[in-house]
Structure formats: C-alpha cells, structure tokens
C-alpha cells in the first residue's frame, strides 16, 4: 500500500513538472498571435468547462453518425484496415490466449500495472498536469487536460455501449480448459458492461489521453513516443492480467486514437 501511494505521488509530481516545463506551439501568425497571450493556437470551438457538456454531445453525434460518413465514401481505407486487422487478431485469440493463461512471467509486471493502478494513474496525470496549468497561468495546459477530459468521456460512452453489446466474455471468466474461441453475447450483462471484454475500456481511455498529449505537443519530439509508448503498455497489461484478449485491445487503441484526433482535435483544436 506504501508503495502504491508514493507510486501516484511520483506520477502527480512528474505531471506537475512536465506542466511546467512543455511549453505551447507558437502560432503561425500575427492573426494567430493575437488571439491568444499564451502562444496558443485559437480553436473554431472554444475549450473549457462550461463548453465541456455540449462539445460532448456533439462529439457523440459524430460518433454515432460514422457509418453515415462510410456511406458517402469517406474514411473506407482507415475503417477497412482497422477491421481487417480485428478479424485476423479475433482469429488467433484461441490460439495466443491460453498462453497468457499458463505462463508466469509477467507476474512482477502484472503487479506493477495491475488494472488499479492503471486507471488511478491515467485519473491523476492529465488532473495535476490541470492544476500545474492553472499555477502557472497556462491556459494551453489547462485547455489540453480539459480536452483528456473530454475524449476520455467520449471514449468511455462508446466503450460501455460496445460491451453491453457484445458481452463478450472475459479470459480469466474461461475454465483453463474452456472455448476460447466461443467467447462472443456470453458474458452477464450489466448497465456499465464490467463483465463483458470488447473493447478494452483501460486500453481506449489510455490511447485517447496519448493521442491529445501527442497532438498537442507534437512540437516536443519526445512526447508522442513517451505518450503512445506508455499507452501500449497500458493496452498490453490487460492482455497477461486475462482481463482481455489482444483483439479487444487492438479496437480499444484504435477507438481511442481516431476519436481523440478526429472528433476531438477536429476543427483547429490541436
């Protein structure tokens, strides 16, 4: 217990520090430059928490309204390699699976990014990196935890109406012995989905925080390695804890890193 509590402490204080030290992209003109004293670019829709509700809904909109887009003709070659990609890694999930079911080696690895670990991390770094925003008067930073907020809420709702759907069952819910290939409407439904898989909730909140990091800090190289890197981690934990299958993972990422940068970000928010 002690050391989780000074686990989270190190993590609120790197964000704190990271605040402190990333700095804004300078924009591109005079125009630009007047719209705001903290160097940040002017987005088409304003970003704070009074704006948080309704930019919510509207996202959710965008989101729900896809297969309208897919049927005008955009988007197919991203929408077709994404379910490609499903389809072969829900193949192999009988196969790669049991593995994870036999093996002991991530045993340290499973402790140190158990699943409340995880998402207690992933609640404190976009809070602090906010309240080092707020100190510093930096309204970039603070408008960038506002936007996590933002996807996080976006993401989270199509994921929970995605388990409750599918309910598919969890790997650790398989006898040692079981079907893992008969996975799919077999899980105990649930208002929330928490004991269906697909898709992986700790894997789509983690990419959607990555990505807005990534994008809004592109200028700093470092960051969107250090952002996805931390993400994938997060997103292949899940998958020796048995809590998910790889292909749950994989839809997780990939929901989480194309809502974050075009729904969110859309319309000159990056």
């Known amino acids: 217990m002690r050391r989780t509590v000074l686990l989270f402490c190190w993590i609120a204080s790197q964000a704190i520090f990271l605040g402190a030290q990333l700095q804004p992209p300078a924009p591109a003109d005079s125009a630009q430059a007047a719209a705001s004293t903290t160097g940040e670019i002017a987005p088409s829709r304003p970003v704070s928490w009074k704006h948080l509700p309704p930019d919510i809904l509207?996202?959710?909109?965008?989101?729900?309204?896809?297969?309208?887009?897919?049927?005008?003709?955009?988007?197919?070659?991203?929408?077709?390699?994404v379910l490609a990609t499903t389809a072969a890694l829900v193949a192999l999930d009988p196969h790669d699976t049991p593995y994870f079911r036999r093996t002991s080696s991530f045993n340290g690895f499973n402790k140190a990014f158990s699943g409340r670990n995880t998402i207690l991390s992933m609640a404190i770094f976009?809070?602090?990196?906010?309240v080092a925003g707020l100190a510093r008067k930096d309204t970039y930073a603070e408008h960038t935890a506002l936007l996590v907020g933002e996807s996080v809420a976006d993401t989270e709702i199509l994921a929970t109406v995605m388990k409750d759907v599918s309910r598919r069952v969890r790997p650790s819910?398989?006898?040692p012995n079981g079907n893992f290939a008969d996975t799919w409407t077999e899980?105990?439904?649930s208002v929330l989905g928490a004991y269906s898989s697909f898709p992986s909730g700790h894997t789509i909140e983690a990419f959607s925080i990555a990505t807005i990091f990534a994008e809004r800090y592109r200028k700093h190289r470092w960051v969107p390695w250090?952002?996805?890197?931390?993400?994938?981690?997060?997103g292949f934990s899940r998958i020796p804890l048995q809590a998910h299958f790889p292909s749950d993972v994989f839809v997780g990422a990939a929901l989480g890193y194309f809502i974050s940068r075009d729904v969110v970000l859309a319309g000159g928010r990056h």
């Open 58 to 81: 509207r996202d959710q909109k965008n989101i729900w309204l896809f297969p309208v887009q897919l049927a005008k003709g955009k988007h197919w070659k991203p929408a077709l390699g």
């Open 126 to 130: 976009p809070a602090s990196f906010y």
């Open 173 to 175: 819910d398989i006898s």
């Open 187 to 189: 899980a105990r439904g």
């Open 226 to 234: 250090v952002s996805y890197g931390l993400a994938s981690l997060v």
